[in-house]
């Protein structure tokens, strides 16, 4: 079983102010994690993922996030962030079960970006 | 990089009426498919999992007569809502992955569904 918590529904920062948004998992087996991104009324976009290589994983657009497995959380950050991040994030994580593994999504976080 | 394509992007119909959707990964043959409905401002609920010339595995709570799903090839699946009602309307994805285990999903960029 699997499954993610995304505490916060919404996010809202200044251009330029640094950006964390929260997610915390649950895995039966050593997890795939995900962020994808999703602009209004588009498909999501991969920002990064996490496969058991390197806990500190940087991805496109300046994002990156920490696999901590002691806290079972994979945080995304951003240092300094732009309008055009405004959009929703979605944690995921995805498991091996049997011939098919699926993802799991968290519930999403709005990021809004003032100017 | 993977591109996956989604045709329609917009479909409105009248309630009863059957729809279908294509989802075609565009330079890479997937092995596996999956869709997903998003409801306005929630999250991605995965529909089912369907693998190139087998039956589609479908999630609890999903009615397979109702949400008839075939992958006939290693580019091509196709999802159609049948006698469609109000409450079908929803943002529609799918994705596809190229290899079995924890490979990477690539999505497309859905479709919208309107039943009159």
């Known amino acids: 079983a699997q499954s993610v918590t995304q505490l916060d529904s919404h996010v809202s920062v200044s251009e330029g102010t640094p950006v964390l948004l929260r997610c915390n998992y649950s895995s039966s087996y050593s997890p795939s994690l995900f962020w994808y991104v999703q602009h209004p009324n588009k498909g999501l976009q991969l920002l990064l993922k996490?496969?058991?290589?390197?806990?500190l994983v940087k991805g496109i657009n300046g994002f990156e996030a920490e696999f901590k497995k002691s806290e079972t959380s994979f945080h995304l950050t951003k240092p300094s962030a732009h309008m055009s991040d405004a959009a929703e994030y979605f944690c995921v994580v995805g498991g091996y079960t049997g011939a098919n593994s699926k993802l799991t999504f968290g519930k999403g976080i709005t990021l809004s970006v003032r100017p | 990089g993977a591109v996956v394509s989604q045709h329609p992007s917009r479909v409105i119909c009248k309630s009863g009426t059957s729809v279908k959707i294509e989802c075609r990964s565009l330079?890479?043959?997937?092995?596996?498919m999956f869709w997903y409905r998003q409801f306005p401002k929630q999250s991605l609920m995965l529909m089912a999992t369907?693998?190139?010339?087998?039956?589609?595995?479908?999630e609890q709570g999903v009615e397979k007569d109702k949400f008839l799903i075939n992958h006939a090839s290693l580019t091509l699946s196709t999802l159609t809502v049948t006698s469609a009602h109000p409450e079908d309307s929803s943002f529609y994805i799918c994705?596809?992955?190229?290899?079995?285990?924890?490979?990477?999903?690539?999505f497309g960029p859905g479709t919208r569904l309107t039943v009159l």
């Open positions: 330079d890479f043959q997937a092995t596996t």
């Open positions: 996490y496969t058991s290589a390197a806990t």
């Open positions: 369907s693998n190139e010339g087998s039956k589609a595995t479908y």
């Open positions: 994705s596809a992955r190229v290899r079995q285990g924890i490979g990477e999903q690539f």
